[in-house]
C-alpha cells in the first residue's frame, strides 16, 4: 500500500532534542520531505533530503535517511514552544514523470512542554 | 516569492450552491496540486497540474472541477457538495511534478451545510 508511518504523538520538554520518526514505503523516493502544520495553517516545507544522501543538517534540524529499513527521523535540538506543531514526513512516489505523487505521513503531534 | 495565495481563506456553502477556490503563484512553478485535508489527517491528493494540463485526477468526484488557466493560476469548482466535504483544502505548487521542493499555501476552509 501506500501508507507512511509515523508515531502520533511526541512530547517534550523546551530545551530538550525532538526525534520524530518515520517508515515510508518506496524504496525508490528519489526525494524525501518534512512538513510543518501549525494549528489551522497550510503546510510549511522544513526541509528534505535526496535519496543518496545519509545524513543532512540544517541549523537545528537534522535528517537521517537509513534506506535498507526505508526509515526517515527528523532531530530538532533545543526544541521550543513554537515548535510545537504537527510534522509530516512525505515521499514523491512515480517514475519521475508527469504522475509522480507527494504522499505525506499520518504525521506527528509535537508537544513542547515549557 | 515563495508564497501561494489561496482565496478565500474561509468558505461556508450550501449543498446547492456553486463556488470556486483560488491559488495563485508567481515562483514560475509548471506543477500545481490540490490536496484535501480533513481533521487530524495527512493531506490527500486530489489532482495534478503539470504545465497547465492535467497529469493526475485521484478519482475525485465531479463535483469537483479543477481548472488551471495559465501557468500561475488554479481553480477549483466545486458544485452540489456534501456536508462530508468539509475540510481544508490546500493547494501546492512546485518547479515541476516530482521537483525538490512543494510550496504549499494556507488553505480554505470550507464547511458545506
Known amino acids: 500500500g501506500e501508507d507512511v508511518e509515523q508515531s502520533l504523538f511526541l512530547s517534550v520538554r523546551e530545551g530538550d532534542s525532538s526525534v520524530i520518526n518515520c517508515t515510508y514505503t518506496?524504496?525508490?523516493?528519489?526525494?524525501l520531505y518534512w512538513y510543518k502544520q501549525e494549528p489551522g495553517a497550510g503546510l510549511q516545507l522544513l526541509t528534505y533530503?535526496?535519496?543518496?544522501?545519509d545524513m543532512k543538517q540544517d541549523q537545528r534540524l537534522t535528517v537521517l535517511l537509513n534506506k535498507k529499513d526505508k526509515h526517515l527521523s527528523l532531530r530538532i535540538a533545543d526544541t521550543q514552544t513554537g515548535d510545537s506543531a504537527i510534522y509530516f514526513c512525505?515521499?514523491?512516489?512515480?517514475?519521475?514523470?508527469?504522475?509522480?505523487?507527494?504522499?505525506f505521513g499520518t504525521g506527528t503531534l509535537l508537544a513542547v512542554q515549557p | 516569492d515563495t508564497e501561494v495565495t489561496q482565496t478565500p481563506k474561509h468558505l461556508v456553502m450550501g449543498m446547492t450552491n456553486k463556488k470556486s477556490l483560488k491559488c495563485e503563484q508567481h515562483?514560475?512553478?509548471?506543477?500545481m496540486y490540490w490536496y484535501k485535508q480533513k481533521a487530524k489527517k495527512p493531506p490527500e491528493l486530489m489532482f495534478v497540474?503539470?504545465?497547465?494540463?492535467?497529469?493526475i485526477n485521484e478519482s475525485v468526484p465531479s463535483r469537483f472541477s479543477p481548472e488551471c488557466p495559465n501557468s500561475s493560476l488554479l481553480n477549483l469548482h466545486l458544485h452540489a457538495l456534501q456536508p462530508e466535504d468539509s475540510a481544508l483544502y490546500l493547494c501546492?505548487?512546485?518547479?515541476?511534478?516530482?521537483?525538490?521542493?512543494?510550496?504549499f499555501g494556507q488553505g480554505t476552509r470550507l464547511t458545506v451545510v
Open positions: 501546492a505548487s512546485s518547479h515541476r511534478v516530482g521537483g525538490t521542493e512543494a510550496f
Open positions: 518506496d524504496s525508490s523516493s528519489t526525494y
Open positions: 533530503i535526496f535519496s543518496n544522501m
Open positions: 512525505a515521499e514523491t512516489l512515480g517514475d519521475g514523470g508527469a504522475t509522480n505523487k507527494l504522499i
Open positions: 515562483m514560475g512553478h509548471r506543477a
Open positions: 497540474y503539470s504545465y497547465e494540463k492535467l497529469s
